[in-house]
Every structure is written in C-alpha cells, then in structure tokens.
C-alpha cells in the first residue's frame, strides 16, 4: 500500500527537541501504512542519529537518510527524493505536530482533490501551548494564483501537504539559503497555479529557541541573513517577470510587489543587526532600489505599517539615522522588547 503522506524531517543537532518532534508524528491518529516519516540527519554530531536509529527499531514506517552536513535545503531535498506518499508535509526537528491533526485533515477535507491543502500553525516562545484544538473549516478553495491575490505570497513551507507528483514534474526544489528557502518554495509552488484549499485547522507548533537561525543576531550571521533575503526575492522577482501571464494579471502581479515590500520590514530588521558601514549600507539600499524593493510604496490604513514604512523609507536615505538606530535597535529592542512581542497576532 501506497502511504498517504511522507512526513519529511531535516535533522541537525537537535537531540533536545527530537523525541518530543517524533512522537508528536507518531500520534496522528493514522494507521501505520498511511504514512511514513523519513529523518534526514544531515551530519548531526551529538545524539540525534541514535535516536532517530531508536525510534526506527520500533517503527516499521520510519526510514533514515545520513548525509554529511550539507543545510536543511539539501536535506528536505534528500526527503523529497526519497519519499513515496502522495502527499509530503515538512516539520522541523525542533517543532511538533497536535495530536491527530494529519488524521483531521484526512478525515474532514477533499484533500484528493486539489494539489495542495494549508493549514495553520501557532508560533510558541517558552511558552506551553495551551490549546490542541485540530478542529477547523474551509476558508479558500481556488488557484494558486488567486490565492495570491487575496492573501499574498505564502511564507510557512511547514503549513502545506503538498501533492508529491505536483512538485516531481514542477521541479520544485529548496535552494541552499541559510534563511528564506522556505518562502521561495511556497511561493515557487503558488506561483505555478496550484489548485488549492486553505483551511482554518491549526496543527503545526513552531518554537522559537534562543539560538535558532530566527532568532541569532551576531554581525555575521545578519549580514548573511540580508544576502539571502534579497537573494530570494531577487529569484521571485525574475520567476515573475519572465511570465507574461503572471505580468498582465495585473491583480497578481502587483500582490507579488507587495508581498516583496512587506518583506522589508524583516529584511530591514536584519539590516540593523549587521551593523553596515556607509559604503555597505549604500550598495545594500541601492539594490533593494534596482528590484523596486525600496522606497516602499505600500498603501495601508494601519498607522502602525504607515509608520514603519515611513521609518524605513526615511532610514533609507540617512546612513547617520542608520548608524544611531542600529545601536538602539540592538542594544535595546532586541533583548528587551523582541522577546515580549506575540509573533501569533
């Protein structure tokens, strides 16, 4: 029998997440021929393979890939070729799943008959998660394309089941970002016009942990951080134009700009940990202006995004307003106000 979903897990390091990772997919409420976990460890050196190799011994459906470290891109991709379910899903070795919440999703929607199927997820940070209520309805049933325009480009690449033969012959691959990758491969995936259905269930828990690549704020890393999300950006920028049918559509063409200016809020924020100097700072601004990344253009009613926009287009033009907000964005907002802030809302 075919299983119905590969449960695809990249591994590094994570031995002290990866026990409550495994057994959270080991209770989905699912027969053990309906699905499979496929561990890629990806050169892990403390106790992770054991363990994966513990769990493997007791479970007939869990199969290990090993590789030599080689980054989460590359061992999704490992996943991705090796797995045979009709349907994928992707969860981090540091996150978990709600009790049968893939058993939910089977039971109470027409998976079958569209390519993908989203769902949610509840960002945790040292805090318990209090409500594993799996329990939701149908919000949007459509195209990729006009799933676009109403809602933006995608960013969770760990809230889809996606069709396995839909992504084979797309070619739809990870990149080898340290950060982005994911929000290249949904937005890869929307913008080859999926059918798809969104639903209200919220199965997935994503913790934030102290030293994850969300929340490490060194010089280097930031910078490295600012590489890649223009990088991935400057991919979705040239996917899209080389489209005509994506460019004379114009409601979805402009949901894609806007998507990739929305961004820069993030991006900025990477911009500020990495502590540019002027020459840095000036060819950095300069190429979010050549990709239409900057000035940010965005209309809004929030007066909150009308400030941050306004902050960021006025930071744009100002290396010494730069200079001054990096050292208050670093020494105070980061290890006093970003931890307090509920990513959920």
Not at 123 to 141: A, H, M, P, S, V
Request: net charge positive; glycine share 4%; proline share 3%.
């Amino acid at each position: 029998m075919t299983p119905i979903i590969s449960i695809i897990v990249p591994i590094y390091n994570a031995e002290k997440y990866l026990h409550q990772c495994i057994d959270s997919l080991l209770n989905q409420g699912l027969k053990t021929e309906e699905y499979e976990i496929i561990l890629v460890n990806d050169g892990s050196t403390d106790k992770s393979l054991s363990i994966c190799e513990h769990y493997k011994s007791l479970n007939s459906n869990i199969t290990i890939i090993n590789q030599s470290n080689a980054g989460v891109s590359a061992a999704r991709n490992q996943g991705i070729n090796h797995a045979i379910g009709e349907y994928i899903c992707f969860v981090d070795a540091d996150d978990y799943l709600v009790p049968n919440g893939l058993s939910y999703l089977l039971s109470h929607y027409d998976y079958k008959q569209c390519d993908i199927l989203r769902y949610w997820n509840t960002i945790l940070y040292n805090e318990k998660d209090r409500n594993q209520d799996c329990t939701g309805k149908e919000l949007f049933r459509g195209t990729g394309w006009e799933f676009i325009e109403k809602n933006g480009l995608d960013t969770f690449v760990y809230c889809y089941l996606y069709n396995r033969n839909y992504i084979v012959n797309n070619q739809i691959k990870f990149s080898p970002y340290i950060i982005g990758e994911d929000f290249l491969f949904v937005s890869c995936v929307l913008l080859t016009n999926p059918t798809i259905l969104s639903t209200s269930s919220n199965i997935y828990r994503y913790i934030i942990h102290p030293q994850s690549a969300t929340t490490t704020r060194s010089t280097t890393h930031s910078r490295k951080c600012v590489n890649d999300h223009l990088a991935v950006n400057k991919e979705i920028i040239i996917r899209t134009e080389k489209n005509n049918l994506i460019k004379h559509r114009t409601k979805l063409y402009r949901s894609v700009n806007n998507t990739l200016q929305n961004k820069m809020l993030l991006i900025f924020s990477r911009i500020l940990s990495a502590k540019y100097s002027k020459s840095e700072y000036q060819s950095i601004i300069q190429e979010c202006v050549n990709y239409h990344l900057l000035p940010i253009t965005l209309s809004t009613d929030s007066i909150k995004y009308k400030l941050y926009y306004q902050y960021i287009n006025t930071l744009m033009h100002s290396f010494i307003l730069y200079r001054i907000n990096c050292y208050f964005y670093n020494n105070l907002f980061i290890p006093y106000v970003l931890p307090k802030l509920n990513r959920n809302k």
